[in-house]
């Protein structure tokens, strides 16, 4: 489904990297579990080095830091995979949760893509 | 003393859980909360929707929860109710570890509760005839 991909993710391919940006403002219980099928499927079409653009984000919950947990798994070791730009009180739920202990954080895209120049 | 207070009723559709986040949100802008701040209680606000939905409820989206937000000098305090299935009180308190090296085991889902806990400077939970009441409490700084 087109419509829905473009709706909720806007892709970038630099080389060997995709950069998704999430479109919607919220990333919550109505659309995690579309967004995680559309990135999973990104990853099963050979996209391994992914950066997520959170820049459009105001609000996560833990159903779409749960997708981000499933793309993590999926990635690891496999590949390379980083969050970028995530606002203040994304950035909270992160710590809240420890969950930055397992993400690459970069405060912005260009960050994130020289983190995997540099690997 | 008791300020204001809001109630808004809800079917228990996914869809609604933004209105009454948006709602929460503004609400506390009258406290001057700060902007992080007020994120964590939506995001317990939606937390505590997301359980009732999906646990008290089962996926029903035709069931009813009561919301109400009552705002004093010092604090708020958000009342969740629901007439669906009741939270287990060990899950209640349940800690959220996982070890960041065991890949295979991170957990996906179940933080809502441990995100209201550690957000919220109090949190109780009770039984009042047939309703479930989930009672968190956010002081002012």
């Known amino acids: 489904m087109v419509v829905l991909i473009n709706k909720i993710v806007e892709e970038k391919l630099l080389k060997n990297l995709l950069i998704l940006k ?34 459009n984000i105001n609000f996560l919950d833990s159903t779409g830091l749960g997708a ?29 949760t420890r969950m930055n202990r397992l993400f690459n954080i970069f405060f912005t895209e260009e960050e994130s893509i020289k983190a995997l120049q540099n690997k | 003393m008791k300020e204001r207070s809001i109630k808004i009723i809800i079917n228990s559709d996914p869809a609604n859980v933004p209105f009454v986040g948006n709602a929460i949100n503004k609400f506390c802008l009258l406290l001057s909360f700060s902007e992080k701040v007020i994120y964590q209680i939506e995001l317990s606000v939606v937390e ?29 305090k ?26 295979p085991n991170l957990p996906e889902r179940g933080m809502g509760l441990f995100i209201i806990n550690k957000v919220m400077d109090e949190v109780t939970y009770k039984k009042e005839d047939d309703k479930n009441i989930l009672i968190m409490t956010k002081m002012r700084s």
């Open chain 2, 48 to 76: 505590a929707l997301n359980n009732c939905i999906k646990h008290a409820y089962s996926n029903n989206l035709d069931s009813e929860i009561e919301i109400e937000f009552v705002m004093y000098s010092d604090k708020i």
């Open chain 1, 22 to 55: 999430i479109l919607p403002e919220r990333l919550d219980l109505t659309n995690a579990e579309d967004f995680k099928k559309i990135v999973l499927k990104y990853i099963d079409d050979g996209n391994i080095n992914l950066v997520l653009n959170l820049s």
């Open chain 2, 78 to 103: 958000i009342y969740i109710s629901d007439k669906g299935k009741s939270i287990n009180k060990e899950k209640l308190k349940s800690d959220f570890n996982f070890d960041p090296d065991d890949i």
């Open chain 1, 68 to 96: 981000l947990v499933v793309i993590f798994k999926r990635l690891n070791k496999k590949g390379y995979f980083s969050i970028c730009c995530a606002n203040e009180s994304v950035t909270s739920l992160f710590n809240l």
